[in-house]
């Protein structure tokens, strides 16, 4: 007995000096606490590539690669090079509260665009950030991304959150256009030992139709598709934006 009772108590103790086994996030699960993380995080680094077309009385489609700093859930600082029309461009953009000033474009200074114009809310990569229109997360495998594990999941975008996202978009000085439809879908990759995203790809269409505000693009033009394409790394989260993201001297 006494035997018995000894080996059940050894037992025991080994038993309890065991780590307890977590279980891990489901995908849906994981995918908010990295969205939540990346909020906490206030800062990161954003590198990266995508595609934009539009369809409409004027077709342009053209590549870029963008470079900069986020501060969420208002603040970037890019440097975006596409190539349009045989030519190469590099645009400097800075946005700050739903105002957006470009260099690049025209001239050789700084302009300000209505922050809320129809094609900012699809444009803006900063956006891309908010999964809080996510459904449908599944997960597709678990690679290592410099040297680090991480769960790789894709997701669908609600089509509805995305129409009410793009209408909400109109103010009464932006061209009246109507949202008819809207798709988008994504992947992410969440890193394991701190839950933090590293690479965000999003593909997005919305059909428009009315004032877009954009030449050769007439309300007689019909419906006119935007479709864009983004593809995020995601890096030096938590850290210092430096120089500080701030609105360029007046002109």
């Known amino acids: ?11 025991l103790a080994i038993a309890c000096g065991q780590p307890a086994v977590l279980a891990e996030p489901s995908p849906t699960e994981l995918l ?47 440097s975006t090079e596409m190539s349009l029309l045989g030519q190469t461009l590099s645009v400097d953009t800075i946005t700050i509260a739903g105002r957006t000033f470009s260099k690049g474009l025209t001239g050789s200074g700084w302009s300000e665009t209505a922050g809320n114009d129809p094609q900012g809310a699809v444009l803006d990569p900063l956006g891309q950030t908010d999964l809080s229109a996510v459904t449908t997360v599944i997960e597709v495998d678990r690679p290592e991304i410099d040297g680090r594990k991480t769960r790789h999941l894709s997701y669908t975008i609600d089509q509805s959150k995305l129409v009410e996202k793009m209408k909400g ?12 439809g809207a798709t988008g879908k994504g992947e992410i990759w969440i890193r394991t030992d701190d839950n ?16 877009l505000g954009i030449p ?8 006119s598709t935007f479709e864009i394409a983004f593809d ?20």
Not at 171 to 177: L, V
């Open 216 to 223: 050769g693009a007439s309300p007689a033009a019909g419906k």
């Open 32 to 78: 908010q606490k990295a969205s939540t993380n990346l909020k906490d995080a206030k800062t990161a680094h954003i590198a990266g590539t995508g595609s934009f077309a539009i369809s409409s009385g004027l077709n342009i489609s053209f590549d870029f690669k963008l470079n900069g700093d986020v501060e969420i859930p208002d603040k970037s600082r890019l």
């Open 1 to 11: 007995m006494l035997l018995r009772l000894l080996s059940c108590v050894a037992a």
């Open 169 to 180: 978009t109109q103010t009464a000085t932006t061209p009246s256009f109507d949202v008819s």
């Open 196 to 211: 933090q995203i590293v690479r965000q790809l999003v593909t997005l269409s919305v059909d428009m139709a009315g004032d």
């Open 232 to 251: 995020l790394k995601f890096s030096h989260l938590g850290e210092p934006v430096s120089p500080a993201i701030t609105a360029p001297p007046a002109q």
